[in-house]
């Protein structure tokens, strides 16, 4: 008889993954349910939407992963719509499933602190979906522009507002400059540079404001060499009707908003209330168990673990969900004493452009071609798969030496009535 107790992980990112590799198999079965059925790497979205790389090259199979880690992990693909706490279940959109030991790694999602209609209109980069689609929208953008006549109406579809001066917004914004720069002479003969308009607005003094001020002053810089405008102190507040309200009381027309200004936990429908707290994230004690619950812990980005070093919680990044995961692995594994939560901050980093990063390590601070070459190569051995590293590799040198990739074709989907001819 199969005395193993039965752990569902929700999440297949950086926390999920990590659990379940560490999970004993003596002790435990695990199943992890994602929505999709594949582990992103969200630092290298930014290059999805820029056209740097392709989504396949930094997304991994879970299945795959799974399979090595052995028999007793499973994956069941599946969006969390209830999850039950008295009956210990969890329902998916396909089925309904039962837990001893329920572990939430479900991440987070855009932030649009209380505006209206920004989940329908603006363009995002949080997840592989999104930054997907931002690319078409860019791409498309070009080919429109390229094809304009109308002066007025080609800058129009040729300006990008960046929303967010953290590592995503500056790294977004980096990437357009380097297209306006490189590509648009090089490919786009019929424009003329100075028709893209790139603009990132942040709300606060400085860029990057989470790591060392030299970093922020370096990122504001490059991003100007690249001939992106950047407005600090500038928050937005609304955007309708293709308007954006600043909170001076300016108005401005975009047509094409770039969102990276906040994230908040994901949503578990059924979790009560009490169980949540600021900005979606779900309150845990220093061994990663859900305040006030028993059998239900919280990890990643979604968990908030108040303490004195970190009193409004641990900063949102890979190293504190992969640093959570290993502990809790520790606790439930019961082979050695837990010990509670500690994070081990090994630093920062955030690339502008070609032969341009920052990198903040504990009070050492570079930059410039040895931080770029720091970047890739972090980035590099953490992408999970050999054909993944390789490909992603390839794709810089070849960047590198050409500046021009394959991957700027606009492959639309076929719309649904389609399927009739294969009939379904
Ligand atoms: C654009 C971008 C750039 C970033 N750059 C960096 C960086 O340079 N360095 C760094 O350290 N960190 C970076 N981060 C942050 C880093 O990605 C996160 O800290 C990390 O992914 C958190 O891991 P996680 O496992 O908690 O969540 P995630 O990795 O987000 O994984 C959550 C998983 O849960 C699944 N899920 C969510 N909701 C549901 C649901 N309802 N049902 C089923 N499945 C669900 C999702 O599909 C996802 O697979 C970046 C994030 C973004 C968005």
Same mark, same amino acid.
């Given at each position: ?5 039965? $752990? +569902? ?5 950086? *926390? ?5 590799? !560490? ?6 079965? $695990?199943? =992890? ?21 392709? *989504? ?24 969390? /719509?209830?999850?039950?706490? /008295?009956?210990?279940? =969890? ?39 999104? #930054?997907?689609? %931002? ?37 977004? #914004?980096? #990437? ?46 490059? +991003? !100007? ?21 600043? *909170? ?14 906040? $994230? ?25 168990? =859900? ?20 009193? /409004? ?14 502990? +809790?692995?520790? %606790? ?6 837990? =010990? ?9 980093? *955030? %690339? ?57 074709? +606009? ?14």
């Amino acid at each position: 008889m199969d005395t193993r107790e039965n $752990v +569902l992980i929700i999440g297949g990112g950086f *926390a999920g993954l990590n659990l379940a590799k !560490r999970l004993s198999r003596t002790k435990y079965n $695990v199943m =992890v349910v994602d929505r999709n059925n594949f582990h992103g790497f969200p630092p290298l979205f930014y290059q999805i939407a820029s056209s740097g790389l392709d *989504a396949s090259s930094i997304s991994f199979p879970l299945r795959r992963e799974f399979r090595r880690m052995g028999k007793h992990v499973t994956y069941h693909m599946g969006h969390v /719509k209830n999850i039950d706490i /008295k009956a210990k279940t =969890v329902t998916t959109s396909y089925e309904t499933i039962p837990y001893d030991k329920l572990v939430i790694a479900a991440g987070t999602t855009n932030n649009y602190f209380g505006m209206e209609g920004l989940d329908q209109t603006v363009f995002g980069i949080k997840t592989v979906a999104e #930054a997907t689609y %931002t690319r078409d929208e860019i791409l498309d953008r070009l080919e429109r522009g390229a094809i304009c006549s109308d002066p007025v109406r080609r800058r129009k579809l040729l300006s990008f507002l960046v929303v967010g001066g953290g590592p995503s917004g500056v790294e977004i #914004a980096g #990437a357009l400059g380097e297209m306006k720069k490189d590509i648009l002479p090089r490919e786009y003969p019929e424009l003329n540079p100075d028709d893209l308009r790139i603009v990132l607005v942040e709300g606060s003094d400085k860029l990057l404001g989470s790591m060392d001020p030299r970093a922020g002053q370096q990122a504001l810089d490059d +991003l !100007r060499h690249l001939m992106v405008e950047v407005r600090l102190g500038c928050v937005m507040k609304g955007y309708k009707d293709k308007i954006v309200t600043f *909170a001076d009381g300016t108005e401005e027309y975009w047509e094409t908003l770039i969102w990276t200004a906040g $994230v908040r936990g994901e949503t578990m429908p059924g979790l009560p209330p009490e169980y949540v707290s600021r900005a979606g994230r779900i309150p845990i004690d220093p061994y990663c168990r =859900v305040k006030g619950l028993d059998d239900v812990y919280a990890i990643g980005d979604i968990a908030l673990l108040e303490c004195e070093d970190y009193p /409004k919680g641990h900063p949102q990044v890979a190293q504190v969900a992969i640093q959570m995961a290993r502990n +809790l692995a520790l %606790t439930l594994n019961g082979t050695k004493q837990p =010990v509670p939560f500690r994070y081990n901050d090994k630093g920062s980093m *955030a %690339t502008i452009g070609k032969n341009r990063a920052v990198v903040d390590m504990k009070g050492r601070f570079i930059s410039g071609r040895i931080a770029w070459l720091a970047w890739m190569f972090i980035h590099l051995i953490s992408i999970l798969g050999m054909r993944n590293k390789l490909s992603v590799l390839l794709n810089w040198c070849w960047n590198y030496v050409t500046y021009s990739t394959s991957l700027r074709l +606009l492959f639309r989907p076929a719309k649904y009535p389609l399927r009739k001819h294969w009939g379904d």
